[in-house]
């Protein structure tokens, strides 16, 4: 789990919104990994991650970002 300076978490909270931004915009790849294992496990935190990321979806220099966006977006089935 990503240390927070900011965030008192706790295992149950630990892929809040704001904690998901820090491990997009600081951290390390043990961080995303640790992400990634949540977003294919949890569908909150899948949906989550989509939110956050859409605000920046169209920023060309937020690449962590675009990067998120597109691989939850590549898990969700296509029709």
């Not at 630990?14 to 951290?27: K, M, N, S, T």
């Not at 294919?40 to 220099?61: G, I």
Request: hydrophobic share 40%; with cysteine; aromatic share 16%.
């Amino acid at each position: 789990m990503m240390w927070h300076r900011h965030l008192d978490l706790t295992p149950e909270t630990e892929f809040i919104l704001p904690a998901i931004d820090d491990i997009i915009r600081y951290g390390m790849w043990i961080d995303w990994a640790e992400l990634r294992e949540a977003v294919l496990v949890d569908q909150t935190v899948r949906d989550d991650v989509t939110r956050l990321c859409s605000y920046f979806k169209q920023e060309p220099y937020d690449q962590r970002y675009n990067f998120w966006y597109k691989y939850v977006q590549s898990l969700e089935p296509t029709s």
